[in-house]
C-alpha cells in the first residue's frame, strides 16, 4: 500500500471519527449505574432543543427470539388455557416489564422469554435465575413441561451481543453552520435539532432502517442547506466536509451495519429497536 492511499485511509478515518458521536460508552455506565432497566437513550449532548420532526413510529416488539432473548418453552398434553396462561405470567411481566415476553406458536407451545440485552445493558445472572424459577413455577402452575436453556451458555451468549451492540451504538452528526437556516426537509430518517448558529442532523445508526440510503439522504440534505444558505457543512469541531470524508463515514457505516447484520439483526428492524431501546 502507498504512502498516500495510506494517508487518504488515516485521513479518512480522523475525519469519520470527528463526526461520530460517541456517547455510549458515557452513557450506558451511567445508565447501568442508575437502574438495570430498560431505557431510552436519545437526543445526546449536540444540543438541548427539540429535534424539529415528527418522532418515528416504531413497530410492535418482534417475539422472543433466541438471538436477543433467553426463551423457555412450556408444553403440556392438553392445550394449556391463553386465559389461565396469561394470568399466572401478569406477575413475571410486572416483574421484568417490557424485557418479559410471552407469544404462543402454531403448535401451541408458549414461549417465555427474557430479553438479554439492551442499552442498559446485559441482563444479570442473578435476574435470569430470577426469571427461569418464575417460570418454571408457571409451569408447575399449569401443569405444563418446562424446557429451558443451560444459563451460563445464554450469559456468554449475551456478553457477545452486548459487546456488538455497544460498538455498534453510534450517532453521526452533520452540522450545518451558516444564517437564518429554515430546514423544510419534511419526512426524513434523521432528525433535525436546531442549534443558535445553524441546524444538526443527526442518524442514529441502529434505529435506521435502509442504513446506507437513510445516511445519503442526511449528507444530501446537509450538502442541499449549505448550499441554499452560504452555509458550510462541518464535523464537531467544526472542520470543512467535503465529498470524500462523507463517503468515508458511509463506509464505516457499512462496515457497522455489516457486523450487526452478522448476527441476524437489520438496523431499523423490530429486533434492533428491542435492543437498542
Not at 436519545?42 to 418482534?62: I, Y
Not at 413441561?145 to 460498538?167: F, G, K, M, N, Y
Request: charged content about 25%; glycine content about 8%.
Amino acid at each position: 500500500m502507498s504512502d498516500l492511499v495510506l494517508g487518504l485511509l488515516v485521513l479518512g478515518g480522523c475525519l469519520f471519527a470527528a463526526v461520530l458521536v460517541y456517547n455510549r460508552v458515557q452513557e450506558r455506565s451511567a445508565q447501568r449505574a442508575a437502574q438495570r432497566a430498560f431505557l431510552s437513550r436519545h437526543a445526546d449532548s449536540l444540543l438541548d432543543e427539540t429535534p424539529q420532526r415528527r418522532e418515528p413510529v416504531f413497530k410492535p416488539p418482534s417475539p422472543p427470539d433466541e438471538r436477543v432473548d433467553y426463551v423457555i418453552e412450556l408444553k403440556a398434553v392438553q392445550p394449556l388455557v391463553p386465559r389461565a396462561v396469561l394470568e399466572a405470567w401478569r406477575p413475571i411481566e410486572l416483574r421484568f416489564a417490557r424485557r418479559a415476553l410471552l407469544a404462543m406458536s402454531e403448535a401451541g407451545v408458549w414461549r417465555a422469554a427474557l430479553q438479554l440485552v439492551s442499552r442498559a445493558g446485559m441482563v444479570s445472572e442473578a435476574e435470569l435465575i430470577e426469571f427461569r424459577s418464575a417460570v418454571e413455577t408457571l409451569g408447575a402452575r399449569l401443569g405444563a413441561t418446562v424446557s429451558a436453556p443451560e444459563i451460563r451458555h445464554a450469559l456468554e451468549a449475551a456478553r457477545e451481543l452486548d459487546r456488538t451492540c455497544a460498538d455498534s451504538d453510534i450517532q453521526v452528526a452533520l452540522h450545518v453552520i451558516g444564517q437564518s437556516i429554515d430546514p423544510e426537509l419534511g419526512e426524513q430518517p434523521f432528525q433535525v435539532v436546531r442549534r443558535e448558529d445553524g441546524v444538526t442532523l443527526v442518524l442514529d445508526v441502529a434505529l435506521t432502517p435502509d442504513l446506507g440510503a437513510s445516511y445519503e439522504a442526511m449528507a444530501r440534505a446537509g450538502r442541499g442547506l449549505a448550499a441554499s444558505h452560504g452555509g458550510r457543512l462541518v464535523d464537531d469541531r467544526g472542520n470543512a466536509l467535503d465529498e470524500r470524508a462523507l463517503a468515508a463515514i458511509g463506509v464505516q457505516l457499512e462496515a457497522v451495519r455489516q457486523a450487526l447484520a452478522g448476527r441476524g439483526i437489520e438496523t431499523g428492524s423490530p429486533l434492533a429497536l428491542r435492543l437498542f431501546s
